[in-house]
């Protein structure tokens, strides 16, 4: 267990769906990021948050949202839901100390889109 | 601006044969360096950090900040090492990793 859990593990849903993706960081971590990877393709930044407040932002859709709520625990939502946004979505979290040790990775969320 | 290359997509080897991974990154500051490994699309998990000057699983890589390389390499490469390798770069001041494309290592018998 890394200690980032990611919930659900599985989802199927219909197209024009919304659904929400859950992650609990690791005990301490205040950052919050999350990341979709497609089949076949490499990590693409959604987006980070840091104790509550959005701090950086990528490739992420206009139909897609996150927020980080006080607990520090983060919600992906994801609305009008295409087949192309069938994807692994992995959260991660880090200790935002003096130096970056490196992100650790929950197990991620498996969406497909039907 | 920050950027990690990793120019291969396949990375395909014999078993017992030696891996090398190459890792190249344009970053004017003092970069801190680390590799992932991603085994089956199951979680990524953090392999080893240039500042820590480790070895795991036999894997080893040594920063040229000359060369702006990371690369990652095996002596013996072992099926168990088939997997996808994504090497990831941090500013450290804006606590922020950026990733490699990533390589895929298949370690045929």
């Known amino acids: 267990d890394s200690g980032v859990t990611q919930t659900p593990k599985h989802l199927i849903t219909a197209t024009g769906q919304r659904v929400t993706l859950r992650c609990s960081p690791r005990?301490?971590?205040?950052?919050v990021y999350w990341y979709q990877q497609s089949l076949d393709q490499g990590l693409q930044f959604l987006i980070q948050?840091?104790?509550?407040?959005?701090?950086a932002k990528g490739n992420i859709l206009e139909r897609f949202s996150a927020q980080q709520f006080p607990d520090l625990h983060s919600e992906l939502n994801l609305s009008s839901l295409e087949l192309g946004d069938s994807a692994l979505y992995f959260c991660?979290?880090?200790?935002?100390?003096?130096?970056?040790?490196?992100?650790?990775f929950g197990s991620g969320t498996r969406l497909t889109v039907v | 601006a920050q950027r990690v290359t990793q120019p291969e997509k396949l990375l395909s080897v014999f078993k017992g044969a030696p891996v090398e991974l190459k890792c190249n990154y344009s970053?004017?500051?003092?970069?801190?360096l680390f590799w992932y490994v991603q085994y089956s699309r199951q979680r990524l998990q953090l392999l080893l950090r240039?500042?820590s000057r480790e070895s795991i699983k036999g894997f080893t890589a040594d920063l040229n900040k000359g060369e702006t390389s990371f690369h990652l390499k095996k002596p013996f490469a072992q099926e168990e090492d088939s997997a996808m390798y994504y090497c990831?770069?941090?500013?450290?001041?804006?606590?922020?990793?950026?990733f490699g494309t990533g390589t895929r290592l298949l370690v045929s018998p």
């Open positions: 005990s301490g971590d205040l950052s």
């Open positions: 948050y840091y104790n509550g407040e959005e701090r």
């Open positions: 240039h500042i």
């Open positions: 991660a979290s880090s200790f935002q100390g003096r130096r970056l040790y490196g992100y650790t």
């Open positions: 970053y004017s500051g003092s970069p801190e």
């Open positions: 990831a770069l941090s500013n450290a001041g804006f606590q922020k990793l950026v």
